[in-house]
T-cell receptor, first 115, second 114 residues
């Protein structure tokens, strides 16, 4: 089946430092998936951070970037300079490029940004 | 504004209890989903629906029923709740079709089964 593997547990980073959360995927049933990053801030629901549907393309939002690397089956999330407000749980997900949007999620990575 | 509203936000019940989680979307979306989120597992799909009266089984359906009464409303039912169903539940809605129609999620319902 399809699966997503991302950086496990908690990542602690100091404000203004760079952040990378690794995400790799296996899309055996889909073949050519759409890729997403969702974020859940403390006390809030899950919200879309960015999405990319074409291999080789890069998505960006709120200073975060992720590139769809089909060869490496990766979709790593990066930010050059984090802020305390970026403290949240980040989820990598994949979905089909067809009717129906059932997503397969990674386990989530908790990011704690220290002031 | 597009929205998915879940209720209640928090629920505590006892083993064997009967629980209904509600979800309403005002996005005119055809698809709705129920996920559970547990530490170490990410979000896992319980049930989903293509429209009113339709129900599809997800990846972790055991112990859950669902019903889609209207296009807007999707309910998750736990008729004999067990401690293993203690979790954070998310509802989502989306529009079908080609391209990355990213589902919109609600704020979640935290359920504790004692």
């Amino acid at each position: 089946g399809d699966s997503v593997t991302q950086t496990e547990g908690q990542v602690t980073v100091s404000e203004s430092k760079s952040l990378i959360i690794n995400c790799t995927y296996s899309a055996t049933s889909i073949g050519y998936p759409n890729l997403f990053w969702y974020v859940r801030y403390p006390g809030e629901g899950l919200q879309l951070l960015l999405k990319v549907i074409t291999a080789g393309q890069k998505g960006s939002s709120r200073g975060f970037e992720a590139t769809y690397n089909k060869e490496a089956t990766s979709f790593h999330l990066q930010k050059a300079s984090v802020q305390e407000s970026d403290s949240a749980v980040y989820y990598c997900a994949l979905g089909p490029n067809s009717a129906g949007n059932k997503l397969t999620f990674g386990i989530g990575t908790r990011v704690l940004v220290r002031p | 504004e597009a929205a998915v509203t879940q209720s209640p936000r928090n629920k505590v019940t006892v083993t064997g209890g009967n629980v209904t989680l509600s979800c309403r979307q005002t996005n005119s979306h055809n698809y709705m989903y129920w996920y559970r989120q547990d530490t170490g597992h990410g979000l896992r799909l319980i049930h989903y629906s293509y429209g009113a009266g339709n129900l599809q089984i997800g990846d972790v359906p055991d112990g859950y029923k669902a019903t889609r009464t209207t296009q807007e409303d999707f309910f998750l039912l736990l008729e004999l709740a067990s401690p293993s169903q203690t979790s954070l539940y998310f509802c989502a809605s989306s529009e079908p079709g080609q391209g990355a129609r990213a589902p919109l999620f609600g704020e979640g319902t935290r359920l504790s089964v004692l």
